[in-house]
């Protein structure tokens, strides 16, 4: 009995990441593992540089597996010379925008930012807490040639750093197409 005992303790862990698998975006050109099948939401935002289309791919994992409560995928293209990733003043101001705006919507509170890059690309990570410390929202982003990538994970506060998010987070990979 004691053997089997252990030998449970020991694949439960298997067991509960066994589930995770890659998702694919074809249009979205990335790929990131999953703990749940991801679905698709599509907005237009009327901007000053015209509509903007944003795409999030994003699961909600059973009951708040490790804490985490969703993972989601977004990214969207600017309009051709709007946004210049090779442009450092303009863009450290665009980051310092969408840092405030993402803190600003769910009227919460940027706990840190980080530099960051995804395979020379540069980009940004940072966190921020709503709900009156309850909840985190971490979230990484970068800019390719216009297109604007977001990775997020929305935990508990205090589960915020766990293997699930950061095999998220890691796990995300640009595909080479269209």
Excluded at 117 to 132: I, S, T
Excluded at 153 to 160: E, I, M, N, P, T
Aim: glycine share 8%.
């Amino acid at each position: 009995m004691k053997t089997l005992l252990l030998f449970g303790l020991f694949c439960m862990p298997l067991s509960l990441t066994a589930q995770w698998a890659p998702f694919s975006s074809l249009d979205g050109r990335f790929q990131i593992p999953s703990p749940k099948p991801m679905e698709h939401q599509e907005s237009t935002v009327e901007t000053p540089m015209g509509a903007i289309t944003y795409h999030t791919y994003f699961c909600k994992p059973d009951e708040g597996a490790n804490g985490n409560h969703w993972f989601s995928v977004s990214y969207c293209d600017y309009p051709e010379g709007s946004v210049h990733s090779d442009s450092t003043a303009l863009l450290e101001e665009f980051f310092e925008e969408t840092i405030k705006e993402s803190a600003f919507s769910v009227n919460g509170e940027v706990r840190y930012v980080e530099t960051t890059d995804y395979n020379g690309l540069p980009g940004r990570f940072w966190r921020v807490d709503y709900l009156n410390g309850q909840a985190a929202i971490k979230s990484k982003a970068f800019l390719l040639a216009g297109r604007f990538y977001v990775i997020q994970v929305v935990s508990l506060s205090g589960k915020s750093a766990n293997p699930d998010s950061q095999r998220f987070f890691d796990g995300f990979k640009l595909v080479v197409g269209n």
